[in-house]
């Protein structure tokens, strides 16, 4: 079911289905409190997940590797070229910086390349060769809820860092120590796991949880008709409406988006002063059509020594776009072929900007664009550089971020496997299906059902909905929460069987 049929379920139940929007966004709104808080309640089976995670050894500067700083929140590296100047990774967001003379550390909140990063304070002018970055914490992946497990597989990667024409080439191989241990904080403290202690590292530490505030205001816009070039906007024949917000992304970190602002377009509403209001416009060679230009976008900078200085907090803009029935219907519209519905990523704005006009683009090229902090068009932001639509990032309400510590800390640079309870996207679009066994859909609807019959005093109904819905939640957590753990007689995956027969069937002790 998607969360179409499942608010027809809900309205069929009630025999009552306004067309009105207000309503069926309430019932959307009960239908994902559900989902988001049964998802995130239990370890479901088919809400876990696996990624890789670099674990990497602390940085050290030296008299070629310098820092320098010009009293803002820029710091550099030696720009020259086959000096043998270290090349930084990109995974230096959100760790921290430690000038090891004086024990002042700053906090790195963004990449640049791999000569120039930005810290949270200013960095003070001059030249610093004892330096270090030290990679004291690790973010988990941004929906996950709760770290099940880490394992250290033995992969081997290869990872080229280049600057200009100096290109380094590693290859990393992991000691393969298995499964780490998991400590919670208070743990830790008892066992003063000392960070000094360099090593392979096989215990995993749970770290605090951290975020960032969500913008102030939501942008406001201008609508018009301008001269544009291949633009994919949807033809103008029936009204459709077009949603904005953005986020802070600071640290490593994102936070909550802003409110949402909405813009109806339809051919009464955009009048152009070359032509009488259609869809696209074509005046000779040139081609009109509408533009969207959003303002009053929070300037992010930090303002310091009487000017503004790039302090990395830039701003992550989605875009959702709603079609109406109305527009759907007409025989003269345009298919919009990059879809409609999600709240996607379109452009990532450096923090001294404030404006962001909109001709209906998506992030599809497959060339890598500049970074937003020195482009001129920071709209051309890439996320996913194979272009493919369906990876590009959406919008998803991640909350407070989490982090591990690994102790001993890494003497060298690997990667190791995290396997991790997910957090699922909120349902949005009418297609949008639960990422839940197609049987149990229903305990959304049963759910959905006891809220409202209980809002509209309806108790004997909102009862035997409750009852309906545990019964469901209850055959849910039997099928794919419970495991019984099985003693196996026989020493099938033992390696000291190796010579002999490995595989068979196995059976359960008594």
């Known amino acids: 079911m998607n969360l179409k049929e499942i608010r027809e379920e809900i309205n069929s139940a009630l025999d009552y289905n306004p067309d009105l929007k207000q ?52 710091v550099t590296l030696p720009s020259t070229t086959g000096a043998g100047v270290i090349n930084l990774p990109p995974d230096i967001v959100g760790k921290t910086l430690v000038n090891t003379d004086d024990g002042a550390t700053y906090q790195i909140t963004a990449f640049i390349d791999s000569r120039r990063f930005l810290v949270d304070d200013i960095f003070p002018s001059g030249e610093l060769t004892t330096w270090k970055i030290e990679f004291v914490k690790y973010p988990m992946p941004r929906d996950c809820i709760e770290v099940l497990g880490i394992m250290d597989r033995g992969i081997t990667t ?23 241990m998991f400590l919670d904080a208070r743990k830790e ?43 994919v906007l949807p033809k103008v024949v029936a009204p459709y409406r077009i949603e904005y917000c953005y986020t ?28 009488s209001p259609t869809d696209t416009i074509i005046v000779g060679s040139r081609r009109y059509g509408p533009v969207i230009e959003l303002r009053r ?47 996607r990523h379109i452009a990532t704005l450096a923090s001294d900007a404030t404006e962001y006009q ?3 683009k998506e992030i599809i090229s497959d060339a890598t664009a500049e970074d937003p902090l020195d482009s001129t068009d920071p709209g051309d932001s890439l996320i996913d550089p194979a272009g493919d639509t369906f990876r590009l990032d959406r919008l998803n309400e991640s909350g407070p ?76 957590k039997a099928k794919y929460l419970s495991r019984t753990d099985r003693m196996y007689v026989r020493r099938g995956f033992d390696r000291a069987m190796a010579d002999r027969e490995r595989f068979g069937i196995p059976s359960k002790a008594e």
Not at 160 to 180: I, K, V, Y
Not at 322 to 331: K, R
Not at 416 to 432: A, Q
């Open 401 to 476: 971020r989490q982090y591990l510590r690994f102790w001993n800390t890494p003497k060298s640079d690997y990667v190791v496997e995290v396997r991790y309870h997910k957090r699922p996207y909120r349902l949005v679009k009418d297609s949008d299906a639960p990422e839940w066994p197609p049987q149990y859909h229903h305990y959304l609807v049963y759910a959905a059902l006891r809220d409202i019959c209980m809002q509209h005093g309806m108790l004997n109904h909102s009862s035997l909905y409750e009852r309906r819905a545990d019964e469901m939640l209850e055959a849910m």
């Open 297 to 343: 976008i929070m300037r992010t900078v930090s303002h310091t020594l009487g000017s503004g200085d790039n302090n990395g907090r830039m701003k992550k803009l989605y875009r959702r776009i709603v079609f109406s029935d109305e527009y759907l219907s007409h025989p003269a519209a345009s298919d919009y072929v990059m879809g409609a519905g999600a709240w």
């Open 158 to 180: 290869k990872e080229t860092l280049s600057f200009q024409s100096d290109s380094t080439t590693t290859t990393m191989t992991a000691p393969n120590e298995g499964r780490f």
């Open 248 to 275: 802070f992304i600071y640290a490593g970190m994102e936070g909550p988006p802003s409110e949402v602002l909405a813009v109806d377009l339809d051919p009464s509403q955009i009048q152009p002063e070359k032509a």
């Open 189 to 231: 403290e008892n066992l003063y796991l000392d960070r000094s202690d360099t090593g392979n590292p096989f215990v995993s530490v749970e770290e605090m949880h951290d975020n960032i505030q969500s913008p102030d205001y939501p942008p406001i816009f201008n609508n018009r008709i301008e001269e544009i070039f291949g633009s």
């Open 358 to 360: 909109d001709q209906g």
């Open 23 to 74: 309503y069926s966004d309430n019932v959307a709104r009960v239908v994902n409190r559900h989902y988001l808080q049964i998802s995130s309640q239990y370890q479901w089976l088919f809400m876990q997940n696996r990624k890789l995670l670099q674990l990497r050894a602390d940085i050290t500067g030296d008299s070629t590797s310098k820092l320098t700083g010009d009293g803002t929140h820029l």
